[in-house]
């Protein structure tokens, strides 16, 4: 298949995974961010590829992952009004809230429904003019501008039933909060996706405040192999700086429209992450002009504060310090089947991907 | 007759008698008088006799509707036991309301796929329920098939060993994708066509040339990965699976790019997989390419000893990882 099969080529994988082992002189970390290069890296078995002096830690980048339980706690309780209908991603079904998921709501009768985008949802309450829409937006700076869209758009055609319930995050703050904390990392392989959106720009500070390199990365095997041999040389060279893999989706300065459609309609606001807490200035919150689609505000509900299973290390596993089989709930309590933290709910968490590629 | 199905249909009163006799007895050409069991003719040593129910959202969907599966996939529970089809029954739930239409539509597909399987439906029942009470309609089939002993290994893959070779007969994922696609709340079409067919005269083509065959099984929910998984688990074995030798078509292929499925998880309702020994292989292999439901026939691996029974998939990128038992349905991801 065009644009897939350019990428997957064995030759041109051998011969990077072949450079890198030449290349690779030194003991290696590298971080990758995004939760879609989580589930890549396992899923092309990009680990049995690498030398074993080179580390592949995941980061915060899996939007379900670093998702409160009060989140889908509030989502769970809207659920309960016969008026309401809840208009999701697939991701969110499964991950538990402190007392139901989503999928479990569905089962009892709540009346739940998987969309694609939020426009799909807004089609959603365009046909059910006497029910309210509850859309839990979550991600990055990929997925928050298709939001921003929505919300416009409901705006324009006057839609009063539609409400968005915000989880939307922003990246290089949580990139700072884990640099800040000493985590051992030589260099990052960037979210490719998020970059498209804001440009590769935004990651200039971690080189120049922090002295680690990056790497902005597309999501196929040999832009992942290609990273991390660029990542090497510039730990070998001690020159970090930010580079782009990515070239054919990603620019310096990434894609302007969406940027302002973004920041027309949100402004940052403090953020509450699985595994590190309040992320200052790190969240999206809908600006004064379009308060009336925010679900909080139209119609308040409270979340009990839930503990988390003390035995979980999902947030040291977040913030990049230990890997998912140094766990003692991981492939015992902890499944797909039955998931105990975020980071084995979600496809691009790093314990399913562990859990579901990785041969140990 | 009535436009749509009514409670009426299902009061064992005349309505039924004329549902039963002008659509069901009628298509699938049950002889009169029609009695409480069919009495059924067999010879040979062993019966093989499996059940299964059908729920599926579209009714209709490129390639098929919810009666032709419901005879393919019966078909295929008996073909890939070694077994030869002989005789299936058709339950039919239905919520009160339903066009009667369609109704005729499905049984005239299932009729039609019955002739070609070379089956015969011979008894059955109808049930209306309330509006609300199930979504639209639910069929179960059941079906025999006489099972030479010799092909009684089959099903439980006792005879396997290492180097045995595995064989699909086609593209993997295309059922899934064109049911997903044919849901009306999705924004999303696409050209792929369900792969539903019946195939057990392609098995009886390779069982009559070929003993050597040691386990089939097809690849419905959870498609090739719950079965391999299985597989190892009830035999001992480990697998391995070379990822770049599975068919996959383009279509099927930018779906699951697309959603963040993986086509090794996806249902089908018309694939096999065949696990032969490694000398027979090339043969099975021509046999099955010559059947239309096999032209794309493709060896994608073969049975390795593994202390831990893992199925190993050696990925199109060169790398090595495990390909688990899927857990739950696939759920398309955020981006």
């Known amino acids: ?360 | 007759m009535d436009e749509i199905v009514t409670l009426n249909h299902g009061s064992g009163g005349r309505k039924t008698h004329e549902l039963i006799s002008k659509v069901f007895a009628k298509k699938f050409r049950l002889p009169e008088p029609l009695t409480d069991s069919a009495v059924l003719k067999f010879t040979g040593n062993k019966l093989a006799f499996t059940t299964d129910s059908y729920v599926v959202d579209p009714l209709f969907f490129p390639g098929g509707n919810i009666g032709k599966l419901a005879i393919c996939g019966t078909v295929n529970d008996l073909a890939v036991s070694g077994a030869r089809p002989m005789y299936i029954s058709a339950s039919f739930i239905i919520e009160e309301g339903f066009p009667l239409k369609e109704l005729i539509a499905i049984a005239d597909s299932m009729s039609g796929e019955a002739v070609k399987a070379g089956v015969r439906i011979v008894t059955g029942d109808t049930k209306v329920v309330g509006k609300g009470k199930c979504d639209r309609l639910f069929i179960t089939t059941s079906g025999t098939g006489i099972l030479d002993p010799e092909r009684e290994h089959i099903s439980t893959g006792s005879n396997i060993r290492q180097g045995d070779k595995l064989i699909v007969n086609g593209p993997l994922g295309n059922h899934s994708i064109a049911v997903l696609g044919a849901r009306n709340n999705l924004s999303f079409s696409t050209p792929v066509t369900s792969d539903c067919a019946s195939l057990n005269h392609l098995i009886a083509g390779v069982l009559e040339k070929c003993s050597e065959v040691h386990f089939m099984r097809d690849l419905t929910r959870g498609g090739l990965a719950a079965v391999l998984n299985e597989l190892a688990g009830m035999t001992g074995w480990g697998i391995a699976v070379d990822e770049v030798s599975v068919p996959v078509s383009d279509p099927v292929r930018g779906a699951c790019e697309m959603f963040g499925f993986d086509p090794l998880y996806l249902a089908n309702e018309g694939k096999i997989l065949m696990v032969v020994s490694s000398g027979s292989d090339a043969e099975v292999l021509d046999i099955m390419r010559a059947d239309p439901l096999g032209k794309d026939s493709a060896i994608i691996g073969e049975i390795i000893p593994d202390k831990k029974n893992l199925v190993v998939l050696d990925t199109s990128a060169g790398g090595k990882r495990i390909l688990d038992m899927p857990s739950g349905v696939q759920l398309p991801r955020i981006c």
């Open chain 1, 1 to 360: 298949m065009k644009y897939i099969d350019e990428y997957r080529d064995k030759n041109l994988i051998m011969r990077l995974a072949d450079q890198i082992k030449k290349s690779a002189r030194l003991d290696y970390t590298f971080m990758e961010v995004c939760g879609g290069h989580t589930a890549a890296i396992h899923r092309f078995g990009i680990p049995s590829l690498l030398p074993g002096n080179i580390r592949l830690i995941s980061g915060p980048g899996c939007p379900v992952c670093v998702t409160g339980t009060d989140f889908i706690d509030k989502a769970v309780a809207y659920s309960e009004n016969d008026d309401v209908i809840i208009t999701t991603f697939g991701d969110l079904m499964r991950v538990p809230g402190s007392v139901a998921s989503l999928e479990k709501r569905r089962a009892d009768g709540a009346d739940i429904r998987i969309v694609f985008s939020g426009l799909d949802a807004l089609g959603i309450a365009n046909l059910n003019p006497d029910k309210k829409i509850i859309f839990p937006g979550i991600g990055f700076e990929t997925t928050a501008p298709g939001t921003a869209v929505t919300i416009k758009t409901a705006d324009k055609g006057n839609i009063n039933n539609f409400y968005l319930l915000s989880a939307h995050k922003t990246m290089p703050p949580a990139m700072e909060a884990i640099v800040k904390e000493r985590v051992n990392i030589n260099g990052f392989i960037c979210p490719g996706h998020v970059a498209a959106v804001t440009g590769s720009a935004i990651f200039s500070f971690i080189p120049d405040k922090y002295n680690i390199g990056c790497v902005v990365t597309g999501f196929e095997p040999t832009d992942i192999l290609q990273s991390i041999l660029m990542l090497v040389k510039q730990v070998n060279l001690d020159s970090p700086e930010v580079e782009i893999q990515y070239k054919r989706a990603v620019t310096a300065e990434g894609n302007v429209i969406a940027q302002s459609q973004l920041k027309e309609v949100f402004e940052p606001c403090d953020a509450n992450w699985r595994g590190f807490g309040m992320i200052p200035s790190s969240g999206l919150v809908l600006r004064k002009a379009y308060e009336r689609f925010n679900a909080e505000r139209a119609m308040p509900v409270s979340s009990m504060p839930h503990e988390e299973n003390k035995l979980c290390i999902c947030g040291e596993i977040l913030r990049g310090s230990k890997t998912p089989e140094e766990c003692p709930l991981f492939k015992k309590l902890c499944s797909p089947e039955n998931p105990i933290g975020a980071c084995m709910v979600s496809n691009e968490g790093s314990c399913n991907s562990w859990y579901k590629y990785r041969i140990a």
